[in-house]
């Protein structure tokens, strides 16, 4: 089935405790497009770039079959830039800088051609544009929308409208408290869902994700990585592996939604192996399926 | 098959935000005790007690089939008191007073009918007296050991010596880190494992568990709580449930030791849903069973 992204385009600069890493791909549109593109096809992207976007970023996305008809290119514009550095822990990041560009204005134009699109993954954009998107496709079969602690802060009440549209929302544990004001984990679901989400995903970083869909919850154990690279587009690629798996077998079936959150986790794990999106360049269906069965190694057990 | 457990035996204040309790049951051996009656017998105590334990506790243990051939009562002494209180998100608790009485001068004396125990799980206590129960027994099948993080600060030395004996060792993420100096949960379990621990146990709390054991990983969920009651005895009933299942099966292979992951957690789960070992008091194989279900339900997923 066919899968619509819409989010950020960047070029970042990263600094981790293993390096740096400058003017490297990034943005929420291509991590989500490229790690969708190993389950499906067609990817359609909707994105916006400036002249200054290399070439060979383009070359690349089409290597990966990724439709950019939806990717606006603004000639006399700058791409948005961010530029990062993670500690020591991996789990907290300074914004060293960070230059809108031509994303300040993004208003997301979605081509004729992508209307009809079945599965769409939103990325962590304005909720307002989440919402413009969702009025320009008609009736998609699922929509998973992803936000980040910055529109909960600043754009509470248009979140909560854009959620309430959603059928599968993914957010981090901190976001998830943050949103509902509830320390634990399970009350804070049952917050967020009496507040309008439907399914509901919440990601705990190395201690794995939970699922709550329909009267269910789901345990998604962590892949076991001692190093992190870069934890760069992790959530991104979680967003993108639950959508294009859900896309490819086009089954909603709780069965298979708890088999989505693991390819979620998967990609997510490649993602952070490496810099940029150099996790998501050498992968293969194939080798996609073999960390699948590692996380069920890892989680599985009889009576 | 018989279980050996040698630990505190207490008589608890407890503070939470849901109320308080006063000489209440309490210590690790009795935690360990009653949590493992449902699994197998003979369970046989080794602790030690004043004239002032209350004659109910004593009949509640022997209702429980507990062998108390091994708890000492030092009539003319007072027993063990702790009083705690438990902050609101239950995570972290300030010890309101501490009176060793009896158990400072403790020194585990395993009875001649106790000396041929199979399977001996060792509540958290000093390190030295940790070993000087292994010096008296004949060759167990499995030693299991808990320890907390004031041994690891005042008696590192004395923990390493005594880890290296353990079959199973049991502690959670940040006495973990404390232990190794890592804060990756992999590489603190590598390092500690190093150091001469065998099977290892990192227990996450409200993320679960992860078994290290041979050269296998196996990552266990948490059982979904809303509402945690009192989270005292929670590390004391996980090891409990751990050995007694092993002790029941008397099978060490990966799969069983993985079901007794699971069941140390069960166990815990239904200590932290109630005051002291209240969670303990009603409880059947069958409605352990039943949890050890739910526990495979929320981690399932299927290729």
Redesign the interface.
């Known amino acids: 089935m066919s899968i619509l992204v819409v989010g950020s385009v960047a070029i970042d600069d990263i600094e981790t405790p293993f390096g740096r890493a400058d003017n490297v791909l990034g943005g929420s549109a291509v991590y989500i497009a490229v790690a969708s593109s190993y389950f499906t096809t067609p990817v359609r992207l909707v994105g916006v770039v400036g002249g200054d976007y290399p070439p060979q970023a383009i070359e690349f996305l089409n290597e990966r079959g990724i439709d950019l008809e939806g990717l606006e290119v603004i000639k006399e514009g700058r791409t948005f830039r961010w530029s990062g550095r993670y500690h ?2 991996l789990n907290n990041r300074d914004t060293l800088s960070l230059n809108l560009n031509v994303f300040e204005k993004f208003d997301p134009k979605i081509p004729e051609s992508y209307r009809k699109t079945r599965y769409i993954c939103l990325g962590n954009i304005d909720p307002v544009l989440q919402r413009r998107v969702l009025e320009q496709v008609e009736r998609p079969r699922l929509v998973v929308g992803d936000t980040m602690n910055f529109w909960i802060e600043t754009k509470r009440d248009e979140l909560l409208k854009t959620m309430s549209l959603f059928d599968a929302f993914i957010l981090n544990d901190s976001e998830a408290r943050l949103l509902s004001g509830e ?5 804070a679901a ?1 917050r967020i869902r009496e507040m309008g989400a439907k399914t509901l995903i919440i990601k ?1 970083g ?3 994700a939970l699922l709550f869909h329909e009267d269910q ?6 892949y ?4 992190i690279f870069d934890p760069t587009g992790a959530g991104d690629t979680f967003a993108a592996g639950f959508t294009a798996w859900l896309a490819k077998t086009d089954d909603l079936s709780h ?1 298979n939604v ?2 989505a959150v ?1 390819y979620g986790s998967t990609m997510a794990s490649f993602c952070v192996e490496k810099v940029s999106v150099d996790g998501l360049r050498d992968l293969s269906y194939l080798k996609i399926q073999d960390r ?2 590692e996380f ?1 190694e ?6």
């Open positions: 020591y822990d320390p634990n984990l399970l009350k049952r705990k190395e201690h794995g919850i789901f345990s998604a154990p962590a076991p990585l001692e190093d069965e708890k088999r693991i699948f069965r069920k890892l989680s599985r057990f009889d009576e």
